[in-house]
């Protein structure tokens, strides 16, 4: 009897967190494509992927130029859920390159940690080498770690407010509901091909 109440504690909990966020819950559906298209999946994709860069460009004007130079670029729309002591999050992106065709990607997070949450963000990573976009395409980038928006890029002595530096010729934003982020989190956190997408 106590282990039924504790379950169903437990499940009103995550119930009625996700009714308090149903646009992350909607997030969640949309990122494991329900029963839509391959076509539709894209289109979703691309989409949330044009909103997330207006978003960017309306809080940082500068990072459309910081973009427009780059090789490429990629977006990623962040679904993270956070149960008692696991928690881990979901999401799905799109690498965008001149005269190439998309390349769709998935995400994947683990993180340690006690409490019950939810947490939605958008990662917006600019590619400043071909070599860089390719080592993050191919090679099952892992973001293993947590740093600062301190180290900001520049260029020609002009500093591009609010990029970090995360890998040598990648730089990255990251967007929450709150802004753009002073400190960049991604613990633990793979970028990797979804497979059923680029066929």
Same mark, same amino acid.
């Not at 670029?73 to 008692?84: D, E, P, R, V, W």
């Not at 690498?95 to 939605?120: C, F, H, R, T, W």
């Given at each position: 009897?106590?282990?039924?109440?504790?379950?169903?504690?437990?499940?009103?909990?995550?119930?009625?967190? !996700?009714?308090?966020?149903g646009?992350?819950?909607?997030?969640?559906?949309?990122? !494991?494509?329900?029963?839509?298209?391959?076509?539709?999946?894209?289109?979703?994709?691309?989409?949330?992927?044009?909103?997330?860069?207006?978003?960017? $460009?309306?809080?940082?004007?500068?990072?459309?130029?910081?973009?427009?130079?780059? !090789?490429?670029?990629?977006?990623?729309?962040?679904?993270?859920?956070?149960?008692? +002591?696991?928690?881990?999050?979901?999401?799905?992106g799109?690498?965008?390159?001149k005269?190439?065709?998309? +390349?769709?990607?998935n995400?994947?997070?683990?993180?340690?940690g006690?409490?019950?949450g939810?947490?939605?963000?958008?990662?917006?990573f600019? !590619?400043?080498?071909?070599?860089?976009?390719?080592?993050?395409?191919?090679?099952?980038?892992?973001f293993?770690?947590?740093?600062?928006?301190?180290?900001? $890029?520049?260029?020609?002595?002009?500093? $591009?407010?609010?990029?970090t530096?995360?890998?040598?010729?990648?730089?990255?934003?990251?967007l929450?509901?709150s802004?753009?982020?002073?400190?960049?989190?991604?613990?633990?956190?793979?970028?990797?091909?979804?497979?059923?997408?680029?066929?």
């Amino acid at each position: 009897m106590k282990i039924n109440t504790l379950t169903q504690t437990i499940f009103a909990l995550i119930l009625g967190t !996700f009714c308090l966020h149903g646009t992350a819950f909607g997030q969640l559906s949309s990122f !494991f494509g329900g029963d839509k298209t391959v076509a539709q999946q894209r289109d979703d994709i691309l989409k949330a992927s044009n909103d997330t860069l207006k978003a960017l $460009y309306q809080i940082q004007p500068k990072a459309k130029e910081l973009i427009d130079k780059s !090789f490429g670029y990629a977006t990623f729309s962040n679904f993270g859920m956070k149960i008692l +002591i696991a928690g881990g999050g979901t999401g799905s992106g799109v690498v965008i390159q001149k005269d190439a065709k998309p +390349i769709y990607m998935n995400m994947a997070e683990v993180q340690a940690g006690l409490g019950i949450g939810i947490k939605s963000f958008q990662n917006i990573f600019v !590619f400043q080498t071909k070599g860089a976009l390719n080592d993050f395409v191919n090679s099952g980038w892992t973001f293993g770690g947590q740093m600062t928006a301190a180290a900001k $890029y520049e260029s020609d002595g002009g500093a $591009y407010q609010d990029a970090t530096v995360v890998a040598p010729g990648v730089l990255m934003y990251q967007l929450t509901d709150s802004g753009l982020a002073a400190e960049i989190t991604g613990k633990g956190t793979k970028y990797y091909k979804n497979t059923d997408l680029n066929k």
